[in-house]
């Protein structure tokens, strides 16, 4: 608002996360509906506070959903909705709508156009028949008929991407890789410390360990032995994209084509920024961030009788806690990607993360704080 001189007249907003958690995670069905639906309705009230922060004249949600046209994959449009991790645009709409109900929202297909002097919405009259609140039948026979006019490029991709052979020395390739990226972050390496193991499928493949930090990478390809505090399995003909440069993890990730499990069930931000990044500038650009934050950035907050001084920004990555902190169950939640911080300790309770700063203060030490039990936003002093 400060840089456009006001509220903007359209904000269009992202609504749902670009994630392969916990879709391709080997979870129980009840506790995959509830790790989805957790992260589903985090992503909403992010979106929602900041709406309402921000007073747009027009607020354009979108959310996908992600239309999965391969075969291999044509499944996961079951997933769509609610429990699942991936809304459309009617579900984010209604959500809105519900929560703020004075604040003009609308979503668009393509084709469609908003005047923003006027504010009018033209519809293009290909969607005419389409609604997004169709049955599960027919959305399933919608992306069935898009993917058979995709076919062509769906086939393209499988074809650019053949099964490697069996000596086509595609462990070796991966051995270096790996090796290589131990090169280019020792911070990174030092917050990751696990044994990640890669299951791959195909006459190239086998069962490989990664031991990914704290001081080095060293990759076994006769692995297996003994328990692994991650494991990916995945198909060789994706995983030799990756390897060869072809693609990037992120993409690999993002594609779905893989499974997962990890144990304890933490996330480790670092392991993933070191795969998706793979790049010496980006990785220094995180580190320098990070370590510029100064610990002395505080705000009070009054927590079960007590003041606390915490620290200001969300250690994972430098989110304001005083706009994107809640305080729930004697946690400090940050709505920015989720992260939860125990209030006691400062300790993250739920991913790999550097804790966030907290100690307890005089009471007679305050001036503004925030009740825990409203789940209302954190205060600064």
């Known amino acids: ?90 579900e984010a709409l209604a959500w809105l709508r519900e929560r703020l109900p004075h604040q003009r929202s609308a979503y668009l297909l393509p084709g469609d156009a908003v005047r923003l002097g006027a504010g009018g919405i033209r519809r293009d009259p290909y969607w005419s028949s389409f609604d ?31 099964a490697p052979a069996a000596d086509s020395g595609l462990g070796e390739a991966f051995r270096a890789h790996l090796e290589s990226l131990a090169t280019l972050s020792s911070y990174f390496l030092a917050r990751i410390g696990l044994l990640v193991r890669f299951r791959v499928l195909g006459a190239a493949g086998g069962t490989w360990d990664a031991h990914l930090g704290p001081d080095s990478v060293r990759v076994d390809l006769d692995g297996g032995q003994g328990p692994a505090d991650y494991e990916i399995t995945v198909d060789a003909r994706w995983l030799a994209g990756v390897v060869s440069g072809r693609t990037r993890w992120e993409e690999l990730l993002l594609s779905l084509r893989i499974s997962a499990r990890r144990e304890p069930d933490i996330y480790n931000d670092y392991l993933v920024g070191l795969l998706k990044h793979a790049d010496l500038a980006a990785l220094r650009a995180v580190e320098a961030f990070e370590a510029a934050r100064d610990p002395k950035d505080t705000f009070l907050l009054e927590h079960d009788g007590r003041m606390l001084e915490v620290g200001r920004y969300c250690p994972h990555n430098g989110e304001d806690l005083t706009e994107t902190g809640v305080v729930m169950d004697g946690r400090m939640h940050c709505l920015g990607h989720n992260f939860e911080f125990d209030l006691a300790t400062g300790e993250c309770r739920n991913a790999r993360c550097d804790p966030l700063p907290v100690r307890e203060v005089d009471p007679s030490y305050s001036c503004m704080s925030a009740s825990p039990t409203t789940n209302s936003p954190v205060s600064t002093t």
């Open 132 to 162: 997004l609140d169709d049955t599960v039948e027919e959305r399933r026979r919608y992306l069935q008929a898009y993917a058979e006019r995709r076919r062509a490029a769906i086939d393209a991709v499988w074809a650019a991407n053949p």
């Open 1 to 90: 608002m400060t840089e456009v001189g006001g509220p903007p007249s359209l904000m269009a907003v992202q609504m749902s996360g670009a994630s392969w958690h916990p879709v391709c995670y080997d979870y129980p069905p009840d506790a995959l509906a509830e790790v989805s639906e957790r992260k589903r309705l985090a992503k909403f009230r992010a979106v929602t506070r900041l709406v309402r922060s921000v007073k747009p004249t027009l607020v354009l949600p979108y959310a996908g959903p992600p239309c999965f046209l391969d075969p291999a994959l044509f499944e996961l449009n079951a997933r769509l909705h609610g429990p699942g991790i991936f809304p459309d645009q009617h």
